[in-house]
């Protein structure tokens, strides 16, 4: 067996981040309360953390590329075919990541520009009409479901490909290499350099601010009350 580099570091942290940030920010939202506060916080983070993602998406390593891994019908065909060989997400798996960034990109969306009628407000609420972020909260609530579809899908295919295909997800992730049997014509992740780094944070940062509303104006101050006499 031999040990290929197909994982970079950014995009690894990226991954265990955004899993705990999503499950924090799903923990938090049934419970409510004083935990959305952290709620909102972790929205932020998430929407920061899909900017980042995308940059990387274009100037990373070999693997961590749409470009690389997304790839039309007769690819993911020949894949279900047993014909495909490569490494990094298949392309089965790459309409899964393509799924869950989506959707996590409009359910964070839902969120910022969203309300819960007590005391929470999203820090984008004050950009769009009440009627609106009423009914991007009704779409937000409901998205939930849908967020944990995808990870339980998420989950059952690391399980299904540990069990069936002996093929372990996880481990990679952590380690950033994977062992194979016949190396030839695999490519070792390349790329990514710090230039491309720092542009990838400098947007996801940006995305982050952007989404947590510290650019608009302070509101006006309530006006004074009236004296009693």
């Given at each position: 067996m031999?040990?290929?580099?197909?994982?970079?570091?950014?995009?690894?942290?990226?991954?265990w981040?955004?899993?705990l940030?999503?499950t924090?920010?799903m923990i938090?939202g049934?419970i409510?309360?004083n935990l959305?506060i952290?709620?909102?916080?972790l929205?932020i983070l998430?929407?920061g953390?899909?900017?980042f993602r995308?940059?990387?998406?274009l100037v990373g390593?070999t693997?961590?590329?749409?470009?690389s891994f997304?790839?039309?019908?007769?690819a993911?065909?020949?894949?279900?075919?047993g014909e495909?060989?490569g490494?990094?997400?298949?392309?089965?798996?790459a309409?899964?990541?393509l799924g869950?960034?989506?959707a996590l990109g409009?359910q964070?969306?839902?969120g910022?520009?969203?309300?819960d009628?007590?005391?929470?407000?999203?820090p984008l609420y004050?950009?769009?009409?009440?009627d609106?972020?009423?009914?991007l909260s009704?779409?937000h609530?409901?998205?939930?479901?849908?967020?944990?579809?995808?990870?339980?899908?998420?989950?059952g295919?690391?399980v299904f490909?540990?069990r069936?295909?002996r093929?372990?997800?996880v481990r990679?992730?952590i380690?950033g290499?994977?062992?194979?049997?016949?190396p030839d014509?695999?490519?070792q992740?390349?790329?990514?350099?710090?230039a491309?780094?720092?542009?990838a944070?400098?947007?996801?940062v940006?995305t982050g601010?952007?989404?947590?509303?510290a650019?608009?104006p302070p509101?006006?101050?309530?006006p004074?009350?009236?004296?009693?006499w």
């Open positions: 031999h040990e290929i580099r197909i994982w970079d570091l950014p995009l690894r942290l990226f991954h981040m955004l899993a940030a999503v924090g920010a938090s049934q409510g309360g959305m952290w709620h909102g916080r929205g998430i929407a953390l899909l900017g995308l940059a990387w998406g390593s693997h961590a590329r749409f470009a997304v790839r039309g019908p007769g993911i065909l020949a894949y279900l075919r495909w060989r490494l990094g997400h298949n392309p089965l798996g309409l899964s990541v869950m960034l989506t409009l964070t969306a839902g910022l520009f969203g309300n009628d007590i005391a929470f407000q999203g004050a950009l769009v009409s009440k609106t972020s009423d009914w009704g779409l609530r409901k998205g939930f479901w849908l967020i944990l579809l995808l990870v339980l899908t998420h989950l295919a690391i490909y540990l069936v295909h093929d372990n997800l990679p992730m380690t290499r994977k062992a194979v049997a016949n014509g695999l490519a992740a390349q790329g990514g350099g710090i491309a780094l720092i542009l944070i400098g947007i996801g940006g601010f952007a989404a947590s509303g650019w608009q509101p006006p101050p309530e004074a009350a009236a004296p009693a």
